[in-house]
């Protein structure tokens, strides 16, 4: 089934060729929804800007478009408004059959890319040793989302993890690693150190005060990089410490990520070095090997070097960045790449596309983007720290909002419903709620911004949170109850027939879940799908409030029942692409 914006492009496409011409035939239509009901569902504007080029009036080039436009299977006939738009409005029984026709699949009316390809999404990717913070949290829920609904549009879709496994830092580490425990070097068990973010902060300390540790650190640093093997160990080690560190906050969110560090690029870099060199682009400043940035000027007016090659002859995170880059087109063969960090890293990733692209090494039919991300700010509106000043634990974060759902769950169970509910009952709910409202805080904010936490904000019951959502869906399943209605049995037959205004607005809104879905997998912004479903929730409680379902008569309250239902199973779809679950009861 085709989406219905995409059927009226076509047939105002035909219209447009046959009125002027095959070489129209192609004229973008610039189909909008309508941005108020009262010019129907959906506006073409394209009469306004062919104007000039045809040398006549919008109106009747308007006039000429609708003449020939054959869509009454679908629309009322279409009005031209204004200076020439052209108003479409969907007629009942297109809206019924279409309804009908999404009812029975298990797609909801998404169809599978006609392109599927192969996509990259680099996301989470925390630094070994180092604490997972709030900005690798936006990333690993942004980044899940994105794979999420890249994979259920039949991609094939390599969640890396591009993990900081590499750098100098491990020069340090290990030298303190052999002071407080010589024995982990030589054993094969793991480390007994407790919190690893702790002991870098101990090491840190050790390498800042004394020279001889200083000494013996950049001494490691060869030792790993020459493959030194108790050197190698003892990063292995730190890295396998840290991976179980991270996998406690993956499974909490339940988070599927292949880990691919930077150490894997460590073969190819000196490659792309040579490479640069060849093409041309390389230069040396100030000991160091650099290419020169087209459009990037520091505050002097200088341009701006990205160093591939460090002076002292080491690498850095640029250098295997282009290897990566490299990889992923070479050898996974991926069409397009994604690239989930905070903004604060856009010139980076600005740097180093430009390189690889001046290099040649990006083929025409690859594309390759960063999904920037603004902060976490606390309510104070400034970076979110802990009430000591220190960096909120990502865990413990995690941990408060569960904690907080629950109390908030037992009071309304206890003060507002007097109901009686098993401990099970009420741990399982806490869970989800929790870690649903901070996922979907995060994802229901345009990423491009900053955002503020809060815990109250995002477990609110009303507006655009998951709790909101998590009740809508809810309420669709004790309707079920209720009535002692087994949706899936509703059956193969069943006829939707809309009547009322909420049923027509909220039929509307249900057919455009696929449009919604290609959009996001283009712009990357998951967090109009929030909005969609948000708008579905609130749309679905005004049907509810309109139109009795279970007292209706027959053959409208099954009719109803098939609407429930498919909201039911839009919410449940939608907010699974964003990696919430919902709640049968709650
Ligand atoms: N480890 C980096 C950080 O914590 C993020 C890596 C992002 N991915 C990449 N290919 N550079 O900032």
Not at 122 to 138: Q, T, W, Y
Request: proline letters at 3%; a negative charge.
């Amino acid at each position: 089934m085709k989406a219905t914006q995409e059927q009226l492009k076509d047939k105002l496409k035909q219209a447009l060729g046959e009125a002027f011409g095959d070489q129209y035939a192609d004229t973008d239509p610039m189909l909008v929804p309508a941005s108020n009901p009262k010019f129907g569902d959906y506006q073409a504007n394209m009469a306004l800007s062919l104007a000039k080029k045809l040398g006549q009036k919008p109106r009747d080039i308007a006039h000429l478009v609708v003449d020939r436009l054959d869509i009454s299977d679908m629309c009322e006939t279409p009005e031209i408004a204004g200076p020439g738009f052209i108003n479409l409005r969907l007629t009942p029984s297109y809206l019924e059959t279409q309804l009908n026709s999404i009812q029975t699949d298990a797609r909801l009316g998404v169809p599978i890319s006609s392109h599927p390809k192969r996509e990259i999404v680099d996301f989470s990717s925390p630094n070994i040793a180092k604490e997972m913070h709030v900005g690798h949290l936006r990333s690993t829920i942004i980044g899940d989302a994105i794979a999420r609904i890249l994979e259920f549009r039949g991609h094939d879709v390599l969640r890396l993890n591009h993990v900081g496994d590499w750098g100098t830092q491990f020069g340090m580490l290990i030298t303190y690693l052999r002071e407080v425990s010589p024995s982990a070097l030589t054993t094969a068990n793991a480390l007994e150190i407790g919190d690893l973010v702790n002991f870098y902060k101990q090491a840190k300390k050790r390498f800042d005060e004394d020279e001889d540790f200083q000494e013996k650190a950049r001494q490691e640093v060869v030792r790993l990089q020459a493959g030194g093997k108790d050197t190698v160990h003892a990063w292995k080690l730190l890295c396998e410490q840290s991976r179980l560190e991270f996998q406690v906050i993956y499974d909490l969110l339940d988070i599927q990520v292949e880990e691919r560090g930077e150490s894997f690029y460590n073969p190819l870099l000196s490659a792309v070095v040579e490479d640069l060199e060849k093409a041309g682009l390389l230069e040396e400043n100030q000991g160091a090997k650099v290419v020169f940035l087209e459009g990037f000027k520091n505050r002097e007016g200088e341009p701006l070097p990205l160093i591939v090659q460090k002076s002292d002859g080491g690498y850095n995170y640029a250098t295997t960045d282009l290897a990566a880059l490299r990889y992923r087109i070479q050898e996974d063969r991926a069409k397009r790449l994604i690239y989930v960090t905070d903004a604060g890293q856009a010139n980076h990733f600005a740097g180093v596309f430009q390189v690889a692209n001046r290099a040649g090494w990006i083929p025409e039919d690859v594309e390759i983007v960063h999904v920037p991300f603004g902060l976490v700010l606390g309510e104070d509106g400034k970076k979110l720290k802990t009430r000591a000043g220190d960096t909120v634990r990502l865990r413990d974060l995690l941990d408060e909002a569960v904690a907080r759902a629950h109390e908030d769950l037992e009071s309304r169970l206890n003060e507002v419903e007097a109901r009686e509910e098993t401990e099970e009952f009420i741990a399982n709910v806490a869970k989800v709620v929790g870690i649903s409202a901070v996922k979907y805080a995060d994802l229901s904010q345009n990423r491009t911004g900053n955002y503020k936490f809060s815990f109250d904000k995002m477990l609110a019951l009303k507006g655009n949170t998951a709790p909101y959502m998590l009740y809508a869906y809810a309420r669709t399943q004790s309707i079920s109850r209720k009535g002692n209605i087994n949706y899936e049995k509703l059956g193969e037959n069943v006829k939707i027939i809309l009547k009322e205004e909420a049923e027509f607005t909220l039929a509307k809104h249900l057919l455009q879940l696929d449009e919604v879905i290609t959009e996001v997998e283009q712009e990357l912004l998951p967090n109009r799908l929030c909005e969609y479903l948000y708008q579905l929730s609130e749309k679905f409680n005004q049907f509810f409030e309109n139109c009795p379902v279970l007292k209706s008569e027959e053959p409208m309250r099954t009719s109803r029942l098939a609407l429930c239902d498919l909201t039911a199973r839009t919410l449940k779809l939608g907010l699974s692409l964003l990696g919430i679950g919902v709640l049968e009861r709650m």
